[in-house]
């Protein structure tokens, strides 16, 4: 299983963040979890939310209220949008695929700033 993140590197505050996660080897309506997780500088990994397989999606308590995470069945992917975005939502962002096993894209940079 392997999962690209793709999307902007810069993104000014108020704007929404979109990231895409392409994934090859396995159907997003089959198997797994499929999550976001960051990564912001000199800070531990944070659980941004998932889409399940079955299509529901969980969120971090601290995030859902600007978060939310859809899929596109048709091109095997899944995104993550991002409200309101300060300064304090940079970082690298990872998505993960979780079930028996893990696989993770490399991440993706994203910084926000003027």
């Known amino acids: 299983v392997q999962l690209q993140e793709s999307g902007p590197g810069l993104v000014q505050p108020s704007q929404t963040l979109s990231l895409t996660c392409t994934v090859s080897?396995?159907?997003?309506?089959?198997?797994?979890?499929w999550s976001w997780i960051r990564q912001p500088p000199g800070k531990e990994l944070e659980w941004v939310g998932a889409?399940?397989?079955?299509?529901?999606?969980y969120y971090n308590p601290s995030l859902k209220r600007r978060a939310s995470i859809s899929r596109d069945t048709s091109k095997n992917q899944f995104t993550l949008h991002l409200t309101s975005v300060t300064p304090e939502d940079t970082g690298v962002y990872f998505c993960r695929a979780s079930w028996q096993r893990t696989y993770w894209g490399q991440g993706t940079q994203v910084t926000v700033s003027t």
């Open positions: 080897g396995a159907s997003i309506t089959t198997d797994y979890y």
């Open positions: 889409i399940g397989y079955l299509g529901s999606v």
